[in-house]
């Protein structure tokens, strides 16, 4: 998950101009939309394989994630760009959900997954059907800041080894990262050296030009260095050639509601994120109801031919927009780039698992990005322990973030309603005039607060025999608040203390016009609303 207000793969190298013509219109071109589907299926085709290791799926099932579910959710798309698919979160989520459920890459653990995606799938269809999209809202920025950069740690240990050689049990867990060091003796050269030569292959060629199929370059690399004898610690293994078969997975609904609910909202939040930027740098609208639609179908479709659960991904909707794609097309063409090489996938079954690994932990890192997390301290502490409490929760909890995620907005919730009931309140007097100008959101939680604040006030006043109440200071004033502050101002009022009542908000003033109206009030308030 790679969510930012503008994501790194944004600015990097792209102009920003916007196209030629009407702004919120571009032209199509079918043979752009070739090359950049074509683009995107080289870096799709070994990236998918890598995905599928860190889900714990047998390899094949990546590339049957990469072919069939972009080929349907380009059918309904709104994002000209955005590319469907096995992305890191939704591979690392999907490990999460099934662990302690099967053995990893069982028949079990298959059907699980394939459950999953359906799970996902008709969650998104749901909320896009609905047009409910402002539910992805609720996961806040500070949540899910923590959560990316935890399961990017847990990323990381989880191909540790993977990137030794060491092999060994996977949990999902740090503990991957403290076996594999613990046990150097089992650690193989030659798997470290072809993932550091992986790594570096990518990473220079997306110096040299982002549209370099680095990953594919590397895994080419890969398989020749094994035909031509160099011991790369464990390969892949056997891939079967051929298409994927239609059936529909049953059994094992109620353990994965939960955890197909989250991967549906985190999982779509990472590609609300890219689209809704590439929309606002083009100048183009942006549907998210038809994107989560689409990406709905695309999971259900992936649980039909025995894949996992995807999403879109962020490099390869940015490599996709960088290719010159026009339409969702282009995604359309990668999954049918993909289809056509399942008859001939059997070589992906001599790639290392190192150098896999390799391509698993650069996609994690670009998660970490700690000048967010700096930002996010300087801009607000509470914010930041929101993150923190998130982080923490998902390497405690692991390999289950699932429940980290749901802590995460457990907390977020519980900070806004701490700081909803604050209420600052502004005394002033000169004598037997008190002006009282209370500040913040007042309603049901914080309405007996606020009335005790006020009686306070008088209290320490004695001398008092007005008291002006300014509400202008409040963005909002439910009906208990309301009733709250009326019978307050009755019982000063029955008291002899003059009780003046003004700047109620604009929103809260029909509030105020209904009590008076049904006789909730038994004298009207003296307002001067504000605008």
């Known amino acids: 998950m790679e969510r930012a207000s503008r994501p790194a793969h944004v600015d990097a190298g792209v102009s920003h101009r916007p196209p030629p013509g009407v702004a919120g219109r571009r032209p199509t071109s079918i043979r752009a939309d070739i090359v950049a589907g074509v683009s995107v299926a080289l870096v799709l085709i070994p990236q998918s394989i890598a995905y599928a290791q860190l889900a714990g799926m047998p390899p094949v099932t990546g590339l049957y994630a990469a072919a069939v579910p972009p080929l349907i959710a380009a059918c309904c798309a709104s994002s000209p760009y955005l590319q469907t698919g096995p992305t890191a ?3 690392l989520l999907t490990f999460a959900a ?3 459920s099967a053995l990893p890459g069982s028949s079990r653990w298959v059907a ?10 008709v969650v998104r269809v749901a909320i896009g059907t609905l047009r409910a999209g402002a539910v992805m809202y609720l996961l806040s920025e500070p949540m899910l800041a923590g959560f990316a950069r935890g399961a990017a740690v847990l990323i990381v240990a989880g191909q540790l080894p993977a990137l ?11 503990r991957d990262a403290w076996d594999a060091l613990a046990t150097s003796g089992r650690w193989s050269p030659g798997a470290a050296l072809a993932a550091a030569a992986a ?8 110096r040299v030009h982002v549209l370099i199929p680095g990953i594919l370059v590397a895994a080419g690399a890969a398989v020749i260095a094994v035909h031509s004898g160099v011991d790369a610690g464990r390969l892949v293994g056997d891939v079967p050639a051929g298409f994927p078969r239609l059936s529909i997975p049953t059994g094992g609904l109620s353990s994965l509601l939960l955890p197909g609910i989250v991967i ?10 890219i689209a809704r930027s590439f929309a606002v740098l083009e100048r183009m609208p942006w549907n998210p109801s038809r994107d989560l639609v689409g990406q709905g179908l695309g999971n259900i479709a992936a649980g039909c031919v025995g894949a996992f659960p995807v999403g ?3 490099t390869r909707s940015a490599l996709n927009r960088m290719a010159g794609a026009t339409s969702s097309r282009s995604g359309a063409v990668a999954a049918l780039a993909v289809l056509a090489f399942l008859p001939l996938s059997g070589w992906v079954g001599d790639i290392p698992r190192s150098v896999l690994a390799a391509f698993i932990v650069l996609a994690a890192s670009t998660l970490f990005r700690p000048r967010e997390i700096v930002e996010l301290w300087k801009l607000s502490r509470v914010q930041f322990g929101v993150a923190a409490a998130t982080f923490a929760a998902t390497l405690f909890l692991a390999p289950h973030v699932e429940r980290a995620v749901a802590i995460g907005f457990a907390v977020t919730i519980v900070v806004h309603l701490w700081r909803e009931t604050i209420v600052r309140t502004a005394v002033s007097s000169d004598g037997e005039v008190i002006e009282i100008k209370p500040s913040g959101v007042v309603w049901f939680a914080n309405a007996q607060a606020v009335a005790d604040a006020v009686a306070s006030a008088v209290g320490r006043h004695g001398g008092a025999r007005v008291v002006r109440l300014r509400l202008e200071g409040f963005g909002r004033i439910d009906l208990t ?3 709250t502050l009326s019978r307050l101002a009755e019982d000063l009022r029955a008291s002899g203390i003059e009780v003046d009542i003004s700047g109620v908000p604009a929103i809260a003033k029909p509030v105020f016009d209904r009590m008076v109206a049904h006789g909730a009030m038994r004298q009207p308030i003296t307002t001067q609303e504000t605008t």
């Open 112 to 121: 699980s997954a394939a459950m999953l995606a359906i799970v996902v799938g």
């Open 98 to 100: 099934l662990s302690g």
């Open 481 to 483: 608040a309301a009733l």
């Open 312 to 314: 879109g991904s962020f």
């Open 89 to 91: 979160l939704t591979a």
């Open 199 to 206: 790594a570096a292959i990518v990473v220079v060629a997306r």
């Open 164 to 174: 030794l050689g060491a092999g060994g049990t996977t949990h999902g867990t740090v």
């Open 264 to 273: 549906a909202l985190v999982g779509f939040s990472e590609s609300a994120a």
